[in-house]
């Protein structure tokens, strides 16, 4: 099946289709009620170029307007700025409330695309391309929408869930290998939540799956946005399990903030993956050996399992003053074995710097 059914509200559903081209796209629409409407192709600089006739080509059989609106890639476009653009755009082209956006991109465009359908005339309609293997497994699953403001990252949002998820797996051939083992270190991070024979899985046939092997990539992203959206359909508003996603991103974020120009977020998460494993080990719920696998299987995806130039302490205070603080206590996600997490809210301050001093 190249189809996945995610629950949206109340007894809606949307689809997630794992495709090899564009030449479903009309179809996936047709399906979903979404033909004969004004359409808006939300891109940017690099992925435009890239894909955006073809998409316009399979689009058209289902829509006689489609505009396009570029913006320059990277995650300093996330910001409001780029949302005003986008509306302006959108009402200089009279796009109605009937009308579509259509995300094609990375988790910036989509997050800034989400954003923009949920507030453009009290929210329209929108559906996720989603191009890089991040977007493809995390950031288009989930309903998150959101942009930047000021400093502060993803301050500015709102839940919209799309109306159809549609993959194109061979855009990934195009995407640079950085930005690939950052997709890989949350489809990693995803395994050691709750599917160890996935994350064995995904370690074992590293191989193939770094050669883009698509039988195994299909295979991999589409049990990653099962995953996902099983925890988000039973926990949409991050009022419990949800949260068991953050595996790695405590630590993971502060890494990020401090290492902002040279590490990506992915590349930060395994970071934060092998904290939160190590510690996990100290506690005696993992073992030397499950350790071992999880570093190994970072290293295997080419992720960092260890940050130069960093100060512990730095790193420390950094990953208190992360936002997923409670009344003082930071919700660490644990490893309980490989597949198995639980938040914790009992880890003491010479616990988190241990584990961060095993990573820098
Ligand atoms: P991105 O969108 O910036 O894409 C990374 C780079 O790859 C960009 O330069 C982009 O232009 C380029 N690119 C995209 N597809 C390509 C392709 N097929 N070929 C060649 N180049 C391509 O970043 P990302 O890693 O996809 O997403 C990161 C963003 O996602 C962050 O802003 C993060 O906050 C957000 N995010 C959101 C959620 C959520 O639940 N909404 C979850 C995780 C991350
Ligand atoms: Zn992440």
């Known amino acids: ?4 059914l995610v629950k949206r509200e109340g007894d809606f559903h949307y689809p997630i289709c794992f495709e090899e081209d564009f030449s479903n796209l009309a179809q996936a629409m047709l399906g979903e009620g979404l033909s004969d409407r004004k359409i808006c192709i939300v891109t940017d600089s690099n992925v435009g170029p890239l894909y955006e006739e073809a998409v316009k080509k ?3 059989e289902v829509s006689a307007e489609i505009s396009v609106f570029t913006f320059e890639a990277g995650e300093k476009s996330k910001n409001l700025d780029t949302v005003s653009a986008l509306y302006q755009t959108l009402i200089s082209n009279g796009l109605d ?3 579509l956006l259509v995300a094609l991109g990375g988790g910036v465009v989509g997050d800034l695309t989400g954003f923009g359908a949920a507030t453009y005339l009290r ?48 855009t990934l051939t195009t995407l640079p ?17 709750c599917d160890g024979d996935f994350f064995r899985f995904v370690c074992r046939e590293q191989k193939e799956i770094k050669s883009l092997n698509m039988k195994l990539i299909a295979t991999m992203v589409r049990r990653c946005c099962e995953i996902k959206a099983g925890v988000v359909e039973r926990d949409p508003k991050e009022q419990g399990e949800r949260a068991l996603l953050n595996l790695g991103h405590t630590v993971g ?22 904290a939160a494993a190590y510690l996990s080990m100290k506690r005696g719920l993992l073992t030397e050996q499950e350790y ?23 790193v420390l205070a950094a990953t208190k003053k992360d936002k997923k603080m409670e009344q003082g ?18 880890v003491k301050d010479e616990e988190l710097l241990s584990c961060i001093q095993e990573i820098t």
Not at 329 to 346: E, N, R, V
């Open 123 to 170: 929210g329209i309609d929108f559906i996720q391309v989603p191009t890089t293997l991040l977007a493809q497994v995390d950031s288009s699953v989930g309903g998150k929408t959101g942009v930047d403001f000021q400093q502060y990252k993803n301050m500015v949002g709102a839940f919209h869930q799309p109306r159809l998820v549609y993959m194109n797996l061979n």
């Open 97 to 99: 409330r009937k009308s």
């Open 329 to 346: 206590h930071i919700k660490f996600i644990l490893m309980d074995g490989i597949g198995k997490s639980f938040i914790d809210k009992t």
């Open 292 to 314: 071992q696998e999880i570093r190994k299987g970072c290293e295997d995806y080419d992720l960092p399992v260890h940050v130069d130039g960093l100060i512990p302490e730095e």
């Open 1 to 4: 099946e190249s189809k996945l």
């Open 58 to 60: 399979a689009l058209s």
């Open 177 to 193: 290998d950085e930005q690939f083992a950052c997709g890989m270190g949350e489809i990693l991070k995803t395994g050691l939540i």
């Open 253 to 274: 974020h502060a890494v990020e903030k401090l290492k902002n120009l040279s590490l990506l977020h992915g590349q930060c998460v395994a970071a934060g993956l092998v």
